[in-house]
C-alpha cells in the first residue's frame, strides 16, 4: 500500500504557474511509476503526465507538452508537476496516482493508488 497526498492546487491567471506536489508513504516509493490525472467538471479523468521509476522516462499528453514538467525525487517520496503557461481549459481537479514498477501507459485503470486530488483553477 502507498498513501499520496496532493498539494499545490490554487486559483492562477492564465499565463501564471503553479507547481503541484504530491508526498507518498507506505511500500518503497521508488518501486512506482507516477503518473498525474485531472477531472474537469463534467468531463472524465484524464491522463497529464507520468514519470518512470528512476525519474529517466517521462511522458505527456499533448495539451501540456511543453508546458508542464515532471519530476519526482525518491529521497523525499515525493512527485511534483511544474506547470506553467497555465490556460483556463487546465481548471480541473489534479490526482495523484502510483502504478506497478513496470507500467509505462496512460491508462488510469492500471494506477492503483490515488490521492485525494487538488483543485487547480485558472482565469482568463
Known amino acids: 500500500q502507498v498513501q499520496l497526498v496532493e498539494s499545490g492546487g490554487g486559483l492562477v491567471q492564465a499565463g501564471g504557474s503553479l507547481r503541484l506536489s504530491c508526498a507518498a508513504s507506505?511500500?518503497?516509493?521508488?518501486?512506482?511509476?507516477m503518473g498525474w490525472f485531472r477531472q474537469a467538471p463534467g468531463k472524465e479523468r484524464e491522463f497529464v503526465s507520468r514519470i518512470r521509476w528512476s525519474g529517466g522516462s517521462t511522458y505527456y499528453a499533448d495539451s501540456v507538452k511543453g508546458r508542464f514538467t515532471i519530476s519526482r525525487d525518491n529521497v523525499k517520496n515525493t512527485v511534483y508537476l511544474q506547470m506553467n503557461s497555465l490556460k483556463p481549459e487546465d481548471t480541473a481537479v489534479y490526482y495523484c496516482?502510483?502504478?506497478?514498477?513496470?507500467?509505462?501507459?496512460?491508462?488510469?485503470?492500471?494506477?492503483?493508488?490515488w490521492g485525494q486530488g487538488t483543485q487547480v483553477t485558472v482565469s482568463s
Open positions: 507506505g511500500r518503497t516509493f521508488s518501486s512506482y511509476t
Open positions: 496516482a502510483a502504478a506497478h514498477i513496470y507500467y509505462s501507459g496512460t491508462d488510469f485503470n492500471q494506477y492503483a493508488y
